[in-house]
């Protein structure tokens, strides 16, 4: 659920998602990443960032990787390299601190330029066919 959560909260920020296999080694990955130029990469746990930081440099629109476990990066100190929980905690502060008429209208106006741009279906990389596949249309 939360992977399907994820894909959907990128597509209704108006990105693309890139999922990839979670056993792709990093070199399989590097094309599809530098290709759609992706700025942002949603990962599940350390062995998803340190292939992320493997390939780094070949990755120059690359600027922020996002962790969901913990589990063996309290050590980490990499730039742009963050903590899900820590973004979302920041994001509920922020959320509390708003009041609920302008978060709803912010919502609508977000929601009717989605609905204007009509979101573009997302891109899946097959490792084996070296190619892009569409997904979700």
């Known amino acids: 659920f939360a992977k399907d959560a994820t894909m959907l909260a990128v597509q209704s920020l108006g990105a693309i998602p890139i999922p990839l296999y979670q056993d792709a080694v ?16 949603v990962v599940e746990d350390q062995e998803q960032v340190d292939k992320l930081l493997e390939i780094r440099d070949r990755l120059p629109a690359l600027q922020a990787i996002v962790y969901d476990d913990p589990r063996g990066m ?3 100190q990499h730039d742009g390299v963050y903590d899900m929980a820590e973004i979302l905690g920041a994001g ?19 929601y009717a330029r989605r609905e ?7 891109l899946v990389y097959s490792p084996r066919s070296k190619r892009l596949h569409a997904w979700g249309r």
């Open 116 to 122: 204007a741009e009509h979101l573009r279906p997302a």
């Open 26 to 41: 990093a070199e399989e990955m590097v094309f599809a990443l530098a290709d759609a130029g992706v700025a942002m990469a």
């Open 92 to 110: 509920r502060i922020h959320h509390d601190d708003r009041k609920p008429l302008s978060r709803w209208l912010d919502s609508q106006r977000r």
């Open 74 to 76: 309290r050590h980490y």
